[in-house]
Antibody, heavy 124, light 107 residues
Framework: EVQLVESGGGLVQPGGSLRLSCAASGFTFSIYSMNWIRQAPGKGLEWVSYISSSSGVIYYADSVKGRFTISRDNAQNSLYLQMNGLRAEDTAVYYC?????????????????WGQGTVVTVSS | DIQMTQSPSSLSASVGDRVTITCRAS??????LAWYQQKPGKVPRLLIHAASTLQSGVPSRFSGSGSGTYFTLTISSLQPEDVATYYC??????????FGGGTRVEI
């Protein structure tokens, strides 16, 4: 059974940093691209970042580019999101999602499995 | 970047009704469109990819269609368990992936 478990969320002051983790199990993590998606309270889904299976291709939403860094450790079956310079508007539930696409071209796909999410609150 | 406009933003229908949700893209792209269902307090669930391919385990009352800039998600006979918010999402559209704003479906 595919499982994705996020951790690392919490309360942080504006300008602070957090590192989110996503532990994967039940599938061969190293051959799948992965995504981070977030959802602000009462709002819709917002894609945050994508990383290919080898870490060779990475994309970011404009709203986080330059502040967030996605990475992965295939030996540890783990995905990460380093978040620096946090702002109030980054407050959200952060989900990791297993990426699938229909072309194999590493252009960002859809998510067939999602974790339960970890809550990030940015407030003074 | 492609912008996705979902409509309506919310709807109320009766059990057994046919419900259609639309997603319009700001420009044409290949049919790399997915639909998700998110029930209150739950994690999003993939329903459809490639605009019309039903994900394994999803009831057949859900269907997707469309091409170019206009895509639809249809629930052929609305059930109580379908109360949720539905999102469309573009993919294979690097360097950005875009979600629609969501459609809340109530009974």
């Amino acid at each position: 059974e595919v499982q994705l478990v996020e951790s690392g969320g919490g309360l942080v002051q504006p300008g602070g940093s957090l590192r989110l983790s996503c532990a994967a199990s039940g599938f061969t993590f190293s051959i799948y691209s992965m995504n981070w998606i977030r959802q602000a309270p009462g709002k819709g889904l917002e894609w945050v970042s994508y990383i290919s299976s080898s870490s060779g291709v990475i994309y970011y939403a404009d709203s986080v580019k330059g502040r967030f860094t996605i990475s992965r450790d295939n030996a540890q079956n783990s995905l990460y999101l380093q978040m620096n310079g946090l702002r109030a508007e980054d407050t959200a539930v952060y989900y990791c999602g297993r990426d699938l696409d229909d072309t194999g071209r590493e252009l960002g796909g859809y998510c067939d499995h999602w974790g339960q999410g970890t809550v990030v609150t940015v407030s003074s | 970047d492609i912008q996705m406009t979902q409509s309506p933003s919310s709807l109320s229908a009766s059990v057994g009704d046919r419900v259609t949700i639309t997603c319009r893209a700001s420009r044409e792209f290949s049919n790399y469109l997915a639909w998700y269902q998110q029930k209150p307090g739950k994690v999003p669930r993939l329903l459809i990819h490639a605009a019309s391919t039903l994900q394994s385990g999803v009831p057949s009352r859900f269907s997707g269609s469309g091409s170019g800039t206009y895509f639809t998600l249809t629930i052929s006979s609305l059930q109580p368990e379908d109360v949720a918010t539905y999102y469309c999402q573009t993919y294979n559209t690097a360097p950005r992936i875009t979600f629609g704003g969501g459609t809340r479906v109530e009974i």
